[in-house]
C-alpha cells in the first residue's frame, strides 16, 4: 500500500470525523465481528442504485433515497450500520436517521471500499462476487485495482 493511498483514507477519514462528530463510526473489522453475532445490526446502503446493483455487503438493503417520505418498519432503537463507497454519503444518511429518532446508529469507516480491501465478501444478491462499483475514476483509486467494476 503506497504512502499516498494511506495518507487520502487517512484525511479523508478524518474529514468525516470533524464534517459529522455527532455520527458514531466503526471499523470493517468491528462490523465483521458483530455480523456474526444474533442479532446482526440492519445495514442501509446509501449508493445509488447502480453501484448497490453491483454488489454490497451481506444482507444489506439499499437506503430510501428521500428519508422525509420513509415509513420505517423497524423499532428506533435497531442497531444500524450505514455504508457508502468510503464513508461520506453514508455519514449523511446515518446523521439523518438519527434526526428521525434512530437512537444506535454507526457509519462504517471507510464502508464498501475498505471493507473490501481488507478481503471481506461482497454480494449480488446473495451471491458473492469479486467486484464493487468504484463510484468514480477518482474515489476509485481508494479501491484495489482487481475490486473493480467497470461498470
Avoid at 448497490?52 to 442497531?79: D, F, G, K, R
Avoid at 446515518?94 to 461482497?122: D, K, M, T
Wanted: proline fraction near 9%; include cysteine; hydrophobic fraction near 40%.
Amino acid at each position: 500500500m503506497s504512502l499516498l493511498h494511506t495518507l487520502s483514507w487517512a484525511t479523508l477519514k478524518l474529514l468525516i470525523r470533524v464534517r459529522f462528530p455527532q455520527v458514531k463510526s466503526l471499523t470493517v473489522a468491528e462490523l465483521a465481528a458483530w455480523l456474526n453475532q444474533s442479532p446482526p445490526p440492519l445495514l442501509l446502503d446509501a449508493r445509488s442504485p447502480m453501484e448497490y446493483q453491483v454488489s454490497h455487503l451481506p444482507n444489506a438493503q439499499l437506503a430510501p433515497a428521500n428519508l422525509s417520505n420513509w415509513q420505517p418498519t423497524i423499532c428506533p432503537t435497531q442497531p444500524i450500520v450505514t455504508y457508502c463507497s468510503v464513508g461520506y454519503r453514508s455519514a449523511v444518511l446515518a446523521n439523518q436517521l438519527r434526526q428521525h429518532g434512530f437512537q444506535q446508529v454507526w457509519n462504517l469507516e471507510g464502508s464498501i471500499f475498505e471493507w473490501a480491501n481488507a478481503g471481506y465478501p461482497v454480494y449480488r444478491q446473495q451471491q458473492q462476487v469479486g467486484q464493487v462499483h468504484p463510484y468514480n475514476a477518482l474515489w476509485g483509486n481508494l479501491l484495489r485495482a482487481e475490486l473493480r467494476s467497470p461498470n
